[in-house]
């Protein structure tokens, strides 16, 4: 039987320090993705210091809900979905961020609704290379391409979403800092076409994660401040 020794001292740390570099933006909410570090424990500790959830189960939605973390602060981003765990999320107030075009009619066939607040998940495609542990970006199924973005949007919009969000994830356990900030501009960019195509504002922006941690001897730590600060610049 494998025995795990968490450091809790040290993961207090680093998630403050990743906070405060990420708080020069209003209303920032770091989202940890429970299929990282599934343990109820650990959830509680991230709680306490301000952290919401991304789950793509339903047995992570519970974790997460018994961990003290609920409502929006849970982004629920899901594939290959049964219909019971949609309903779970939106009876939970959690934020339902959409992988398919072909999940909203499905979606709303579910519930008999599209609920006030929808996020969809982009595949930028050749746009962005992916790294080795997660592929190229065009040959992955996860996401809506760039037509079907402003495609979905139009349709929830005219079925009365009132609230949106746009999300990618695109890389994981990458340590080149530049890379993150490149993704948040490609969403930047696609925000900005969206909003003056289709006449939706985004609430919100949904950067995924992926930053990597120094494995090896000799492997660089992810700066924090230098990703947020690109980040911001590119924001602004």
Request: proline share 6%; net charge negative; aromatic share 12%.
């Amino acid at each position: 039987t494998p025995f795990y020794l968490y450091d809790e001292k040290a993961i207090r740390e680093n998630i403050r320090r990743f906070t405060k570099a990420f708080s020069i933006f209003p209303g920032f909410k770091e989202h940890f993705a429970v299929k990282a570090c599934p343990n109820p424990y650990i959830l509680k500790i991230l709680r306490s210091e301000g952290c919401g959830a991304d789950c793509s189960s339903l047995p992570e939605l519970i974790l997460a809900e018994n961990a003290g973390i609920a409502g929006e602060d849970v982004m629920f981003t899901s594939n290959e979905t049964p219909a019971k765990e949609y309903i779970y999320a939106n009876l939970k107030g959690n934020i339902i961020n959409l992988d398919d075009i072909t999940h909203i009619p499905f979606l709303e066939k579910t519930l008999g609704f599209l609920p006030e607040i929808l996020s969809f998940r982009y595949n930028p495609g050749p746009l962005k290379e992916g790294n080795a542990i997660i592929g190229k970006p065009e040959e992955a199924k996860y996401g809506l391409t760039e037509e079907q973005i402003f495609e979905a949007y139009k349709i929830c919009k005219e079925k009365g979403v009132k609230r949106f969000g746009l999300h990618t994830m695109v890389a994981s356990n990458e340590l080149n800092p530049d890379y993150f900030v490149e993704t948040a501009t490609l969403l930047f960019n696609l925000a900005a076409k969206v909003k003056e195509k289709v006449g939706i504002t985004f609430e919100f922006i949904n950067l995924g994660g992926g930053l990597g941690i120094p494995y090896k001897p000799g492997d660089k730590a992810v700066d924090y401040d230098y990703i947020a600060r690109g980040i911001k610049d590119a924001y602004d």
